[in-house]
Nanobody, 115 residues
Framework: QVQLVESGGGLVQAGGSLRLSCAVS????????LGWFRQAMDNQREFVAT???????NYLDSVKGRFTISRDNAKNMVYLSMDNLEPEDTNVYSC?????????WGQGTRVTVSS
């Protein structure tokens, strides 16, 4: 069982920055894939960014160049640094992990970007 607890959301003006944090309850060295998702218009989860344990990161096209995902193995943390935020980034961002083929999700942290 993997538990994920997000923090760092809030209200920011367009063009501003936030850093989301996700505390993972197990050693993330054992977890191949960690990431961040948000809710799409059809209420499905929308991939934002993922980072694998072998150093491969992937991003949603609309956040490339603005968001950066990182893993801290020593602290069992995953971060999403978000720069140049846009009102369209307003959403609830959830942390994601896959261990032994099982997906896990956090409760999410809300990000609101005002224009």
């Amino acid at each position: 069982q993997v538990q994920l607890v997000e923090s760092g959301g809030g209200l920011v003006q367009a063009g501003g920055s936030l850093r989301l944090s996700c505390a993972v309850s197990v050693s993330i060295e054992r977890i191949y894939l960690l990431g961040w998702f948000r809710q799409a218009m059809d209420n499905q989860r929308e991939f934002v960014a993922t980072a694998s344990s072998d150093g491969i990161s992937n991003y949603l096209d609309s956040v490339k160049g603005r968001f950066t995902i990182s893993r801290d193995n020593a602290k069992n943390m995953v971060y999403l640094s978000m720069d140049n935020l846009e009102p369209e980034d307003t959403n609830v961002y959830s942390c994601y992990a896959v261990q032994d083929g099982t997906p896990y999700w956090g409760q999410g942290t809300r990000v609101t970007v005002s224009s």
